[in-house]
């Protein structure tokens, strides 16, 4: 089968009406096709990641559930039709999920709405009852313990077993054109598996209702959340392409503050940890949101892994975390960043490079307000490295690295210890990034 280059404009894609015979002579199975016309007939659910298109490429590629017999492709809209489809991580059939509309995954088997409350209940957590049993003033600066905490626990497991939804290897997910197809208050967890698939979809709103206090975290203490939208721990090969991530539609802006601290119920929105390796995030939406991609669970995470490439995504309302970097060989390229405050998130860094990370960051755009400062767009501990060039901010070309490093004690490294090779898509200009991308970054233009 024809695969279309991402080289050539999305716009050129149209739904067609391919009757059932086409599809048994095409001999690629039933599904929605999409028409290239430069590329021939496309099916989205049996599509492959292109050659050389960035890490996910390496080895035996990744090609999810492109092998699936007609047994295990399933079309779901509901939590309980996902979980069903999902099945057991252990099997590892290949299998196609196509997500029809908005799964919302906080809703019981039976399709009833849940709250937090309805998780909290039966468990004897209540947010008052907690904050008076470790307020600092009197529980002082030691981890919360004892019965509130207990309760805690027990909430969020409950909440866990609903919005948790772990992938089996050699599996797409893929959103069906034209239904607003995403998952709403779920997380995605890709963990120990291998050959994943993830597109067209819209991840909104994964909360979580019951952050944990920590008094130790930083000079003043933190409320840590968890479930990312999507979090790959030990993952190889996986493609996530034309999705949207964003907080929406309750932003960090309208979060309370106790002990002094924002009650923060978001984590990550897409995060690559634990040795995750072969990578490719491509034609994403990242908006509102605070800690958006963290490549590397900590400063020892796995040496030889977290081999990642991000390339045309748009950054939008993103405070941090676009990505930070550790240890791995990470290859940014063609990504717009538009770090003018949205909804209330004030950009702070784009691109943090640590713990050794051998970034290339090359070819990306970034627009600034007036009275931004580049040096502010680069963050590092002094032991990353940023390489590359052609990179532009509002239009004109700029040594991003230069420019932080000048009003910085820990100086980013501006060599790296390797080459990228799979550099499918690689556009050697900047300028046309932000119409380009408005058109084909994100779901919904893939039909």
């Known amino acids: 089968m024809a695969t279309p280059s991402?080289?050539?404009?999305?716009?050129?894609?149209?739904?067609?009406?391919?009757?059932?015979?086409?599809?048994?002579?095409?001999?690629?199975?039933?599904?929605?096709?999409v028409m290239n016309a430069n590329a021939g007939v496309v099916d989205l659910y049996h599509q492959t990641l292109p050659a050389k298109d960035g890490w996910a490429a390496a080895g035996s590629g990744t090609t999810g559930g492109s092998k699936a017999d007609s047994a295990h492709v399933y079309t779901?809209?509901?939590?309980?039709?996902?979980?069903?489809?999902?099945?057991?991580?252990?099997?590892?059939?290949?299998?196609?999920?196509?997500?029809?509309?908005?799964?919302?995954?906080?809703?019981?088997?039976?399709?009833?709405?849940?709250?937090?409350?309805?998780?909290?209940?039966?468990?004897?957590?209540?947010?008052?009852?907690?904050l008076k049993a470790y307020d600092p003033a009197t529980w002082g600066e030691k981890a919360p313990s004892g019965t509130q905490e207990n309760a805690r626990k027990a909430a969020a497991e409950k909440q866990k077993k609903n919005i948790v939804f772990r992938v089996p290897a050699n599996?797409?997910?893929?959103?069906?054109?034209?239904?607003?197809?995403?998952?709403?208050?779920?997380?995605?967890?890709?963990?120990?598996?291998k050959n994943v698939i993830i597109r067209n979809l819209t991840f909104s709103a994964t909360?979580?209702?019951?952050?944990?206090?920590?008094?130790?975290?930083?000079?003043?203490?933190?409320?840590?959340?968890?479930?990312?939208?999507?979090?790959?721990?030990?993952?190889?090969?996986?493609?996530?392409?034309?999705?949207?991530?964003?907080?929406?539609?309750?932003?960090?802006?309208?979060?309370?503050?106790?002990?002094?601290?924002?009650?923060?119920?978001?984590?990550?929105?897409?995060?690559?940890?634990?040795?995750?390796?072969?990578?490719?995030?491509?034609?994403?939406?990242?908006?509102?949101?605070?800690?958006?991609?963290?490549?590397?669970?900590?400063?020892?995470?796995?040496?030889?892994?977290?081999?990642?490439?991000?390339?045309?995504?748009?950054w939008k309302g993103i405070v941090q975390r676009a990505p930070l970097a550790r240890i791995g060989q990470i290859h940014l390229f063609n990504n717009l960043y538009d770090t003018t405050t949205l909804n209330g998130y004030a950009p702070k860094y784009s691109i943090d490079s640590r713990a050794k990370a051998q970034v290339v960051a090359e070819h990306n755009a970034w627009k600034l307000p007036s009275g931004a400062k580049v040096a502010k767009l680069l963050s590092g501990d002094g032991t990353g490295s940023v390489a590359g060039s052609g990179n532009l901010v509002n239009g004109t070309a700029t040594d991003i690295v230069a420019a932080y490093n000048a009003g910085s004690s820990k100086k980013i490294k501006t060599t790296v210890n390797w080459t990228p090779t799979l550099t499918a898509g690689l556009q050697t200009s900047a300028k046309n990034l932000a119409a380009e991308l408005a058109k084909t970054a994100g779901p919904g233009v893939l039909s």
């Open 207 to 314: 909360e979580d209702c019951f952050p944990q206090w920590d008094p130790t975290d930083g000079s003043a203490g933190e409320w840590n959340s968890n479930y990312d939208s999507v979090t790959l721990r030990g993952a190889t090969n996986v493609w996530a392409d034309h999705n949207a991530f964003t907080d929406a539609p309750r932003f960090d802006a309208s979060l309370k503050t106790y002990f002094g601290r924002k009650y923060q119920f978001h984590d990550g929105a897409l995060d690559i940890t634990n040795g995750s390796d072969l990578v490719t995030v491509e034609r994403n939406v990242f908006d509102c949101h605070d800690k958006t991609m963290l490549i590397g669970s900590s400063d020892s995470d796995s040496s030889g892994k977290l081999r990642v490439t991000i390339h045309h995504n748009v």
């Open 6 to 33: 991402h080289r050539r404009s999305l716009r050129k894609r149209r739904t067609v009406v391919v009757t059932a015979a086409a599809v048994a002579a095409a001999g690629i199975g039933a599904g929605v096709l």
């Open 76 to 130: 779901v809209s509901t939590r309980a039709q996902l979980v069903k489809a999902l099945g057991s991580v252990s099997d590892t059939t290949p299998r196609i999920i196509k997500v029809k509309g908005t799964i919302d995954a906080n809703t019981s088997d039976a399709g009833k709405a849940l709250t937090c409350a309805d998780y909290a209940s039966g468990t004897g957590y209540s947010l008052s009852a907690y």
């Open 171 to 193: 599996t797409t997910i893929v959103g069906v054109p034209g239904t607003n197809a995403g998952i709403k208050g779920g997380s995605l967890q890709v963990q120990n598996v």
